[in-house]
T-cell receptor, first 109, second 114 residues
Framework: GQNIDQPTEMTATEGAIVQINCTYQ??????LFWYQQHAGEAPTFLSY??LDGLEEKGRFSSFLSRSKGYSYLLLKELQMKDSASYLC??????????WGAGTKLIIKP | IAGITQAPTSQILAAGRRMTLRCTQD?????MYWYRQDLGLGLRLIHY???????GKGEVPDGYSVSRANTDDFPLTLASAVPSQTSVYFC?????????????FGEGSRLTVL
């Protein structure tokens, strides 16, 4: 079967760095995704990793290790607007997305 | 219209009633999806359509039906609503999920079944 785990909630300080981890088990893998969802709003795409390594996009970076079934989203220079839920999702062998429950990130001044 | 539009934004419905959630996109994307989002759970796929004229069942299809008569529209129907269908429903579309990994979501429809 398939399973995705990510922490339920994390707290960080404005200006700091935070790493949100995601671990998964799957029989078929076609990519790992991160989405951001502000409360009461729709999810929006952040990143897509299909090969091992780090993908950097401004203040956000995403890392993938397929052999370990592990990914993380790294947020630098945290801003209050980064307070949101961060959703990890994997694309299975049928090219469908399997979603984690999301990590609620609380940013404190 | 820009992107994906869902209607209604919010609805309270009596159990047993029939309800259709509407979804329209203007991006000419081939693939469209319906998800439900419940507290403490990940987004769960209800139904999908890879192209106009075709549909498929997702993870939680029971009690729901969809149609895809054209590229732009992908309505979701609850034939006889039950309280367990209380949820936030998101419609999404993509143009090559395997290539870009990007889904575009509508703003959601909050449905309460009493």
């Amino acid at each position: 079967g398939q399973n995705i785990d990510q922490p339920t909630e994390m707290t960080a300080t404005e200006g700091a760095i935070v790493q949100i981890n995601c671990t998964y088990q799957t029989s078929g893998f076609n990519g790992l995704f991160w989405y951001q969802q502000h409360a009461g709003e729709a999810p929006t795409f952040l990143s897509y990793n299909v090969l091992d390594g780090l993908e950097e996009k401004g203040r956000f970076s995403s890392f993938l290790s397929r052999s370990k079934g592990y990914s993380y989203l790294l947020l630098k220079e945290l801003q209050m607007k980064d307070s949101a839920s961060y959703l990890c999702a994997l694309m299975d062998s049928n090219y469908q997305l399997i979603w984690g429950a999301g990590t609620k990130l609380i940013i404190k001044p | 219209i820009a992107g994906i539009t869902q209607a209604p934004t919010s609805q309270i419905l009596a159990a047993g009633r029939r309800m259709t959630l509407r979804c329209t996109q203007d991006m000419r994307h081939n693939a469209m999806y319906w998800y439900r989002q419940d507290l403490g759970l990940g987004l769960r796929l209800i139904h999908y359509s890879n192209t106009a004229g075709t549909t498929g069942k997702g993870e939680v299809p029971d009690g729901y039906s969809v149609s895809r008569a054209n590229t732009d529209d992908f309505p979701l129907t609850l034939a006889s609503a039950v309280p367990s269908q209380t949820s936030v429903y998101f419609c999404a579309s993509s143009d090559g999920l395997a290539d870009t990994g990007e889904l575009f979501f509508g703003e959601g429809s909050r449905l309460t079944v009493l």
